[in-house]
């Protein structure tokens, strides 16, 4: 298990937004996988069993109430803007901001198959094992999240093919 | 749903379907911008670091084990950690549950007679009746919150006595839950000791057992008791 805990916290800290909490969350997932593994009959592919922990306890820990938290600050944090003057920081860091809160309002599943598709390098039949759903499944969540996202962030899109 | 035709390259690329970089697009850019990068090292290792302590507090490094021996119930084994007793097993063999051993608690099993003798003395002692109750610390901390209450729960039931899945799952404020109070108690790590044999179906039958010879075991275990057993 130890081999996969730091890609397993990449993959919390994207899911949840970049906020501190995702390490409380890892250790909850991590203990959860600890007891549940004796119960476990052989695994086919512990890398695909740990996201589907993952996903889920980052799941009850955002219903249990962690959600909006410390996302603006954070996203200072993570970003040093590339953009030259002042007010192209601006607009930069307000369209990033508003991609974040897309991704965030994505249905939960959606968001999950997206990062693990593009961000952890998952293949669909991982991704399919850690959300218990088919390969299709799988694939129309990432498909779904894409055009979602890109139907919200339409105007976003527009301003930058302008500028 | 829209045509795959219809995608814009950078989304074909995204899932999969077209190699070749995503392009300027701005949301994978901005995607990227957001997510690519990830956590930092440093705090990658915190994580990492406060997981393998979690973790080591919720397991033992090693386990000592023993074999209990032949018994009536057939071969039993035993196996201990610092904090007690952790596994007793129906096992065929040695290297059978030497194997289960590690799998179940990813320790190391180390066989010691110093170390798990007294638990494979009392549990002899009782299969061979010459002894009623046990006085052993026992290593809980690799169950649930959930399974420790039902297992608790089931040890609190004297010798002789049998109650039922239902009784059980009411007396641990749980009265919906008899299913998972079963499934619970079949997969007890620390069977006789946890007398999980004592807890039977609602109509009176044995309900299941998970060990070797699954109900006959249960069944001789509540015989070796002096539980009454109207029907097998």
């Known amino acids: 298990m130890d081999t996969y805990s730091g890609e397993i916290f990449g993959y919390l800290w994207r899911l949840l937004g970049g906020r501190p909490d995702a390490e409380d969350c890892l250790q909850e997932a991590f203990l959860r996988a600890l007891r549940a593994y004796p119960r476990t009959p052989r695994l086919r592919n512990p ?6 922990i993952a996903t889920n306890t980052a799941r009850s820990h955002l219903a249990r109430g962690a959600r909006h938290l410390a996302r603006t600050a954070d996203l200072d944090a993570r970003l040093a803007s590339p953009a030259s003057s002042v007010a192209d920081a601006f607009d930069h860091r307000q369209r990033l901001e508003a991609v974040a809160a897309a991704v965030e309002a ?14 952890q390098e998952l293949d669909y039949p991982a991704i399919a094992e850690a959300l218990d759903c088919t390969q299709a499944a799988a694939r129309a969540n990432v498909y779904q999240a894409l055009k979602k996202l890109r139907h919200q962030l339409d105007p976003v899109a527009k301003t930058e093919r302008m500028a | ?40 090292a440093g705090e990658v290792e915190r994580a990492r670091n406060r997981v393998r302590k979690a973790l080591s507090g919720a397991q033992p490094a090693v386990v000592y084990y023993d074999a209990v021996g032949r018994t009536r119930v057939g071969p039993v084994f035993v196996a201990v950690s610092d904090r007690g007793v952790i596994a007793v097993e129906f096992a065929a063999s ?20 110093q170390q798990a003798g007294e638990a494979s003395r009392q549990l002899r002692e009782y299969l061979n009746g010459k002894r009623t109750r046990f006085a052993l610390p026992l290593d809980l901390r690799r169950m649930s919150d959930f399974q420790r209450s039902v297992l608790l729960a089931a040890a609190r039931i004297p010798r002789g006595q049998v109650t039922t899945y239902a009784q059980l799952a009411r007396r641990i404020g749980r009265p919906g839950a008899a ?40 069944a001789r275990l509540l015989r070796l008791e002096g539980a009454q057993l109207l029907a097998e």
Not at chain 1, 47 to 52: D, I
């Open chain 1, 47 to 52: 890398r695909a069993w740990l996201y589907r």
């Open chain 1, 106 to 119: 994505l249905p939960p599943r959606q968001r999950a198959a997206l990062l693990m598709r593009k961000y």
């Open chain 2, 1 to 40: 749903m829209t045509s795959r035709q219809t995608l814009d390259p950078s989304v074909a690329a995204w899932l999969g379907d077209s190699p070749g970089p995503a392009s300027e697009d701005p949301l994978t850019s901005a995607l990227d911008r957001l997510y690519a990068s990830g956590p930092s």
């Open chain 2, 94 to 113: 040695e290297a059978a549950f030497v194997r289960s051993l590690r799998a179940r608690t990813g320790a190391t099993p180390v066989r010691s007679r």
């Open chain 2, 179 to 218: 299913r998972a109070v079963g499934q619970a108690l079949g997969h007890n790590p620390i069977p006789i000791i946890l007398p999980c044999h004592r807890v039977l179906a609602s109509d009176g039958s044995l309900g299941g057992y998970t060990a070797r010879d699954g109900v006959r075991t249960k």
